[in-house]
């Protein structure tokens, strides 16, 4: 979805949902950027967005998706305004993060709850996580065992069952911008990164490693986290 003024502005921003949802993430958000005079590009990931939230199509996924998904959505809001600016959560904060190692034309990579690894694990032990996850055959995992497709609750535009190879394809991507990160400057030097200490399912301290690799050849860094007492 294109949120536009009719032609390019000063500065365009790329919003990027979470792994099983889709633009709806972003409903009540884009508009409030609209309004504030950027234009909008509203992404669909790959494989999501389908009308069956029972559907198994995240199994599909790979790395190289995601990293071209990223490329083609950037190519689209070049031509939309001067400064390109990318916020991404969870699954699109990956993507986001890929795009900052990557794209000198993006101007500010935003990061939310990036999936680079898995929960309170650092990035050594998400490799490994990683290539288990990669290395045995694929498992959907369904957000109520029980219920199963019955399930009617959670955010109703997102899928109600998590594919074991989607999760081990989306930390590819991002561990592989951590290898690049530990190796090559990022093409981005405005980057800011929230996480939140009360997530369980995302890596902060992988996070931290990438952030810190970036920081230390000389991109502006910011983070902010918010305290676990928030819940």
């Known amino acids: ?10 500065r365009v921003v790329v919003l990027i949902h979470g792994v099983s949802s889709c633009p709806r993430a972003f409903v009540d958000f884009a508009p409030m950027l609209h309004a504030r005079g950027y234009n909008v ?10 009308a069956d939230r029972g559907s198994d199509a995240l199994r599909r996924i ?19 305004g ?34 680079f690894g898995l929960g309170a694990f650092g ?13 045995f055959p694929d498992v959907s995992i369904w957000k109520d065992p029980a219920l199963r497709e019955a399930f009617t609750g959670g955010m109703q535009h997102a899928y109600i069952r ?14 592989a911008t951590y290898r690049e990160a530990t190796e090559d400057a990022p093409a981005v030097r405005d980057i800011v990164a929230i996480m939140n200490h009360a997530d369980t399912a995302v890596s902060n301290a992988t996070t931290q490693a990438v952030l810190g690799a970036w920081a230390a ?13 928030h819940g």
Do not use: C, K
Request: no cysteine; net charge negative; aromatic share 6%.
């Open 62 to 80: 790979t790395a190289e998706e995601l990293a071209r998904f990223g490329d083609r959505t950037v190519d689209i809001a070049a031509g939309l």
């Open 217 to 229: 050849d000389g991109a502006v860094v910011t983070d902010y986290t918010f305290p676990a007492a």
């Open 123 to 135: 990035p050594r032990l998400n490799m490994v996580l990683m290539r288990a996850l990669l290395l």
């Open 82 to 115: 001067d400064e390109v600016i990318v916020l991404g959560i969870s699954a699109g904060g990956n993507v986001a993060g890929w795009l900052a190692q990557i794209r000198p034309d993006v101007s500010r990579s935003v990061l939310v709850a990036p999936f």
């Open 1 to 10: 979805q294109i949120l536009d003024h009719g032609a390019a502005v000063a």
């Open 162 to 175: 998590q594919s074991t190879r989607a999760t081990g394809e989306i930390m590819r991507l991002g561990l």
């Open 41 to 50: 590009v509203t992404a669909l990931l790959p494989e999501h967005g389908y």
